[in-house]
C-alpha cells in the first residue's frame, strides 16, 4: 500500500472542502430553482439571499388587547405568562427574531420580521384561552336544533342572532355535573337552533362556568358546551407522533399526546370517568380555543396518569398544529387583535451599512496585520477569510428558508467577530511553524510539527467559543439569540477552514521553492526568525557577544537549548548571558 503523503494528506483535504462548498451551494441553488418553479415542497422559501431580521427590514406588528369582563382586571404575571406563550407559540412556526412585548397593562405587541403567511397570522391572532368543555349536544352544521322544528330553516344570512330574552333561561332542574342536559334552557335552545357558524358572533365574554353554543373553527360543526372542567394551563405537554395499539406496534396513524400537571390529571380523571358511562354524543370533551371548537373526541377509557391520547383522521401536519395549540393555546387570559399594521424598519439599512463598513475596516487590518507580519504568506489568511465567509453565507442562507432564520445587526456582530476568530487561529499556527524553524526544523517538518501543536490551541479557543455560543442561545432572548447562533455557526467554521484548508495550503506551498528556501519576503525565512539548528545534528556557530547585533543574533542567542550552550562553551564561543536573559534557559 503506498504510503500516504503530506502531499497526498492535502489535495484529500482540499477535495472534502470542495465537496463540502459544492453540496451546499447544491442543496441551495437547487431548492432556489424549484421554489422559483412555483411548486410546493420542502424547498418553500429558497433563495440565495438570506432572509433579514425585524431591525433590518421593517415586518409586521400585531397588537393585541386583552379581554376582561366588567371589574375583571389582568395581572402583571398573567401579562408576562401570555408573553412567554405567544413567544413560544411564534417560535414553533419557525418564525425567527421576533419582538413580543408588553404595551401598558392590558396590552402585547408583536413584531415580526417581513409578511408572515396567513397561518402564522392565525396562530398568534387565535391567542385564545384553551379549554376542556363536556358537549352536550351536537350535530353537523344544518337546519336542525335542539328543541325545535327540524325542518326550521336557518337565515342565510350571516349576522349574529341574539337570543330572546323572553324566553325561559333557567334550567327547570339544578345540574348535577356539566354533562347534565338540564343546562339546556328554551333560550339556549332557540339560540342553538338560529346559531349561524359563518357570523361573526363575539364569544370573548362567554363565561367559564355556564354552558356555550359554538361551533368548530373549521365551521362544520354546532355544539352545546356543558360549563369549562379543565383550563388548558393544566396541560404539561403535547406532542404528535405515531398512534401504537395496546402491544406497542405503530398503527400508522398520526396522533397527539397530552401530559396534564398534577391538578388537570384529577381534573381530567374525573372527567373522562364520568364521560365513558354517557352514550354519544355526550361522551365526547370539547377543546375550545377562543371557544371555538378545535377538536371533541370521545372519551373510551378513564384517564387516570394524566397521560392521554387524541386520534381520528389526522395528518402529520394536521397532528403538529393541533398539539402546537394545545401546548401553546393555554393563556392565562383571551385577547383580541387591536390592530394588525405594517411597520418599517427600526434601525434600517443606514445601520447595516455602517455595520458592513465596521466590518470591512476590521478585515482590512486584519490583511495589512497579515502583510507587515506575514509577508507572502498574508494570501493564505486573505484565502482562509474567504473561504469561511463563503460558507457561512451558504449556512446562513439555508438555515434562512429552512429553519427561518433572520439575520439582525447583533447577527452581524456575530459575523464580524468572526474575523477576529478566524484571524486568531491561523495567527496561532503560523508562529507554531516559526517557532518550528526557530529550532532549526525544515519548512516541510515545521509545518507537520507545528500543526500538531496549533491544533491543540485552536480547538481549546473554539470549544470555549462555541460553549459560550449555545449557553447564550438557550438563556438568550430575541436578537441575542441571532449573535448566539452566528458565533456558533461561525466557530464551528473555522475549525472546517483551518483543517481543511489552511494547513493543506500550508503543506502544498511549504514544497515550493519560494516558501521551502526561506525567501525574505516569504514570511519563513529562518535566518529573520533566527534559527539556531540547521538539522542533521549540525548546530549553527552561535554568534559572539557584539559580532552581530541583529534582531536574528538577539533571538538565536534568547533560544538556545542548554546542549547548544554547552557546546558552544566547549568551544570557546560562548553567547553573552546578557543576550539571551538572565538565568532564562531555552
Avoid at 380555543?289 to 395528518?315: C, E, H, R
Avoid at 458592513?356 to 489568511?381: D, H, K, P
Wanted: proline content about 3%.
Amino acid at each position: 500500500m503506498a504510503r500516504s503523503t503530506p502531499v497526498k494528506k492535502a489535495i484529500r483535504s482540499l477535495t472534502w472542502l470542495l465537496v463540502i462548498i459544492a453540496g451546499l451551494a447544491a442543496l441551495n441553488g437547487t431548492a432556489t430553482a424549484l421554489n422559483d418553479s412555483g411548486r410546493d415542497g420542502w424547498w418553500d422559501g429558497a433563495s440565495w439571499v438570506p432572509e433579514l431580521a425585524l431591525d433590518l427590514q421593517g415586518g409586521t406588528q400585531i397588537t393585541l388587547a386583552a379581554q376582561l369582563d366588567n371589574g375583571q382586571s389582568v395581572s402583571s404575571q398573567q401579562l408576562d405568562q401570555a408573553v412567554t406563550i405567544i413567544r413560544q407559540r411564534i417560535d414553533s412556526a419557525g418564525v425567527s427574531e421576533s419582538e413580543i412585548t408588553r404595551q401598558g397593562a392590558q396590552n402585547i405587541v408583536v413584531s415580526i420580521p417581513g409578511r408572515p403567511d396567513n397561518e402564522t397570522l392565525e396562530r398568534i391572532e387565535a391567542s385564545a384561552k384553551l379549554t376542556f368543555r363536556p358537549v352536550l349536544y351536537t350535530e353537523a352544521v344544518s337546519n336542525a336544533a335542539v328543541g325545535g322544528d327540524a325542518d326550521a330553516t336557518a337565515s342565510p344570512s350571516a349576522t349574529p342572532y341574539t337570543p330572546n330574552p323572553d324566553l325561559n333561561s333557567t334550567p327547570t332542574a339544578s345540574p348535577t355535573n356539566a354533562s347534565d342536559l338540564n343546562w339546556i334552557t328554551e333560550q339556549l335552545a332557540d339560540e342553538y337552533t338560529n346559531y349561524q357558524c359563518a357570523a361573526d358572533n363575539d364569544l370573548s365574554t362567554a363565561r367559564d362556568d355556564e354552558p356555550l353554543v359554538t361551533c368548530s373553527t373549521d365551521g362544520t360543526a354546532k355544539f352545546i358546551l356543558g360549563p369549562v372542567e379543565v383550563q388548558g394551563s393544566e396541560i404539561s405537554d403535547a406532542t404528535n407522533g405515531l398512534a401504537t395499539d395496546s402491544q406497542g406496534n405503530s398503527t400508522n396513524t398520526w396522533a397527539v399526546n397530552l401530559e396534564f400537571d398534577g391538578q388537570g390529571t384529577d381534573q381530567f380523571r374525573d372527567v373522562t370517568s364520568r364521560l365513558v358511562t354517557l352514550q354519544a354524543p355526550q361522551n365526547q370533551f370539547a377543546v375550545t380555543l377562543d371557544n371555538q371548537v378545535i377538536t371533541a373526541p370521545s372519551a373510551n377509557a378513564a384517564i387516570t396518569d394524566g397521560n392521554a391520547q387524541i386520534t381520528g383522521s389526522f395528518t402529520q401536519d394536521s397532528s403538529k398544529t393541533l398539539a402546537d395549540q394545545l401546548k401553546f393555546g393555554a393563556l392565562p387570559i383571551s385577547f383580541s387583535v387591536q390592530s394588525n399594521e405594517n411597520i418599517t424598519a427600526t434601525l434600517g439599512q443606514t445601520q447595516l451599512v455602517s455595520g458592513l463598513i465596521a466590518g470591512l475596516i476590521g478585515l482590512i487590518l486584519v490583511v495589512i496585520y497579515s502583510l507587515i507580519q506575514y509577508r507572502a504568506l498574508a494570501f493564505v489568511t486573505v484565502l482562509s477569510l474567504m473561504i469561511a465567509a463563503l460558507l457561512t453565507y451558504l449556512v446562513i442562507a439555508i438555515l434562512s428558508w429552512r429553519e427561518g432564520y433572520r439575520l439582525s445587526l447583533a447577527g452581524v456582530t456575530g459575523l464580524i467577530v468572526a474575523i477576529g476568530i478566524t484571524a486568531d487561529s491561523f495567527i496561532v499556527y503560523f508562529e507554531r511553524i516559526r517557532d518550528e524553524l526557530r529550532d532549526g526544523r525544515i519548512l516541510e517538518s515545521a509545518v507537520e510539527s507545528g500543526w500538531k501543536r496549533a491544533i491543540r490551541t485552536i480547538v481549546a479557543s473554539d470549544t470555549v467559543n462555541f460553549l459560550a455560543a449555545i449557553t447564550l442561545f438557550i438563556l438568550a432572548v430575541g436578537n441575542v439569540k441571532g449573535f448566539a447562533l452566528t458565533l456558533g455557526i461561525t466557530t464551528v467554521i473555522d475549525l472546517v477552514v483551518v483543517a481543511l484548508f489552511t494547513h493543506p495550503m500550508l503543506q502544498l506551498i511549504a514544497r515550493t521553492r519560494f516558501f521551502g528556501e526561506g525567501h525574505a519576503f516569504s514570511g519563513l525565512n529562518p535566518k529573520a526568525l533566527g534559527a539556531v539548528y540547521r538539522g542533521r545534528a549540525q548546530f549553527r556557530t552561535p554568534v559572539p557577544t557584539g559580532a552581530r547585533k541583529g534582531a536574528g543574533g538577539r533571538e538565536a542567542a534568547k533560544r538556545q537549548t542548554i546542549a547548544e550552550r554547552k557546546a558552544a562553551e566547549s568551544t570557546g564561543t560562548r553567547v553573552d548571558d546578557s543576550a539571551r536573559g538572565e538565568g532564562k534557559d531555552s
